[in-house]
């Protein structure tokens, strides 16, 4: 187990998601995206009883974890109905609202996670929020189609009941433009402060001209682990 407080709680939030909501009876896996969902996989590793499912990744990085673990690799084309999808987040509310997208894979962990019969999130505690928008201030990210960004970032200082404290165009860290996603479209991470209404936010947003996917995540998942920092895990249910 890792010296790393926080490592470890993570990987216990993991491990706890994965013993009690994936089974051998279980057909078809959705794998999220993030830092979290490498201990979710390195559990699923541990059960050999776990190996003959299928695996939906959200993501490159969740793809390659599922093949460079030897698991059976699907498509959401190919299942469009999945068992359990388990996934991080960047902030979850008491309703289990959430805010994701901050690895910019916010699009396809949607579709992943409205597949799924279950949608279980795995955090650290640093993540629980009494209001999204309080503990994660970098922004809800807005997936934009490119040549559309400059309309939307107007659209959204101009457009929507509650203004913005701040959005811009996330930029790439080690090569010169901005962050491409998966799906090849720009991410707009917009900063409104606390947010009372998550729902009206997120349907504000979509009916935006060149928005292709948002990541406010509201009222979809069924539970939440948190790893905490004295190295238990808490839950917390919809």
Known sequence: MSSNPIETGKKLA???AVDEHITADCKVIGIGSGSTVVYVVERILQKPEL???IYIPTSFQ??????????????????PEIDVTIDGADEVDPQLNAIKGGGACQFQEKVVAEAAKKFVIVADYRKKSSNLGVEWVKGIPIEVVPMAYKLVMRSI???????PID?????????AGPVVTDNGNFVIDAHFGAIDRPLDLLR????????????????????????????SVSTLSA
């Open 51 to 53: 190996k003959h499912l």
């Open 14 to 16: 993991a491990y706890a």
């Open 157 to 163: 200082d101009s457009k929507l009941s509650i203004k």
């Open 204 to 231: 504000e947003i979509k009916l935006l001209t060149g928005v292709y996917e948002v990541g406010l995540f509201c009222g979809m998942a069924q539970m939440a682990y948190f790893g905490e920092g004295d190295g």
């Open 62 to 79: 969740s793809k390659l974890l599922i093949i460079e673990g030897g698991l059976t690799l699907g498509s959401i084309e190919q299942y």
């Open 167 to 175: 959005s811009k165009l996330r930029m790439a860290i080690n090569k």
